[in-house]
């Protein structure tokens, strides 16, 4: 094993350059590794604690592989990267997750496909490239469902629920995409995930469930430990382990399941790099999904996943600056909480700019803390907006 691993000092490449990218590169500085980050943009995110910072697009090959010829590894920081980008990576550096990983994650029926083929208990879906396709489908719904792109989906975007008797005519227009999944809809009792690490070795290491809490699609709320029974969180686990062997990832895999009121686990997306609803371990664990992910790309033993204390974490969205600049004093006045920003300049409405975590002797005492901790950032007038509600089980 040791002639592929990479020892601190070596330099790690990452593409992209947003939040997950930052506090990755935070986790690998703190082993004592370099950092260069190429993406679109320049002062990123990645690119403000990173050593080096590239700007350019990621169809521009020739820098491309002089970013690649200057590092030792690479890794990426969201999977809707082009696969022809990883591809002129490889012929210079070693990229993990490989192009395997990414051409099937990137694309949600490329993705279901897999899952549905290799056994994997996935949401029923129909793939649909026309509009009689989609007609089709439609007619085969019992009732409600979802129609999302294949490609470059996230947070709710590229979605919308069905009835089946709506137009087809009107759906197929307004989506504008050759490409589409017409999922069922699932009567669900939670959502939950399940963030896994695999190493050059093939070793795992499997964080216990964490439950999530959407709005408008986005997460809003995660919470662990989860309050599932053993046997569920043991066959969520197992699932997830047996999706990123399957996958042979190396690095790290969230897995995000719908829980239905049956009791039956359906898996709703991969995501194969740290997730958002991970970000609690940080805070929470020995060892948070960032260093994992540092650890497994560089062929390091991965760390322990036990957790420490019982955790919350609550997104912060641009809304928050809808009055001004929130109350960053008041919000941090509780001791257990944790201030995760991200370095944004403009905050929008929807858009993620950093998140609150909170420790107690107890997961409802933590998610207590944490919502209090938001809602203290902004005034009176805005608190309402602030507070989390339950979502439509669409998130993508």
Not at 355 to 369: I, K
Request: aromatic share 6%; net charge negative.
């Amino acid at each position: 094993m040791n002639h592929r691993q990479i020892l601190p000092g070596k330099t790690i490449g990452v593409l992209g350059s947003g939040q997950l990218g930052r506090m990755f590169a935070i986790a690998a500085r703190r082993l004592g590794y370099r950092v260069h980050v190429l993406s679109p943009d320049d002062d990123t995110p990645t690119g403000q604690v990173a050593d080096v910072e590239i700007r350019a697009s990621y169809d521009e090959l020739d820098a491309v592989a002089r970013f690649a010829r200057a590092v030792d590894v690479v890794t990426f920081e969201f999977e809707n990267v082009p696969l022809e980008t990883v591809q002129a990576v490889e012929s210079h550096a070693p990229v993990r997750p490989g192009g395997r990983v990414l051409h099937t994650t990137q694309n949600r029926l490329r993705e279901k496909t897999f899952l549905r083929e290799a056994g994997f208990p996935v949401t029923p879906f129909h793939t649909v490239r026309s509009e009689n396709d989609l007609n089709s489908a439609l007619q085969s719904l019992e009732s409600a469902g979802v129609i999302k792109t294949a490609a470059w989906g996230y947070d709710g975007k590229g979605q919308r629920r069905v009835d089946s008797g709506d137009s087809a005519s009107e759906i197929w227009s307004a989506m504008n995409e050759v490409d589409l999944v017409l999922e069922k809809f699932v009567d669900f009792d939670c959502e939950l995930s399940v963030v896994v690490a695999r190493g050059i070795d093939g070793i795992c290491a499997c964080y216990p469930p964490i439950q999530n809490i959407h709005r408008d699609h986005i997460l809003d709320v995660s919470l662990s430990p989860a309050g599932l029974s053993p046997r569920v969180a043991s066959e969520a686990t197992e699932i997830a382990r047996h999706v990123v062997e399957s996958l042979e990832v190396v690095g790290v895999l969230c897995v995000e399941f719908f829980l239905t009121c049956g009791g039956e686990l359906l898996i709703n997306e991969l995501a194969p790099r740290p997730h958002n609803s991970g970000h609690l371990t940080i805070d929470a664990h020995v060892t948070c999904q960032f260093e994992q992910q540092v650890r497994a790309v560089c062929g390091l033993p991965l760390g322990s996943v036990q957790q420490l204390q019982p955790a919350a974490m609550v997104n912060l969205l641009g809304d928050l600056w809808r009055s001004g600049e929130p109350n960053w004093s008041e919000a941090c006045s509780s001791p257990s909480i944790k201030l995760h920003l991200y370095g944004k300049h403009e905050p929008r409405p929807g858009r993620k700019m950093g998140h609150l975590t909170a420790l107690s002797e107890s997961v409802q005492s933590a998610e207590a803390s944490a919502k209090a901790a938001r809602e203290a950032l902004v005034n009176d007038g805005l608190k309402d907006h602030a507070r989390p509600v339950s979502a439509a089980p669409t998130a993508g």
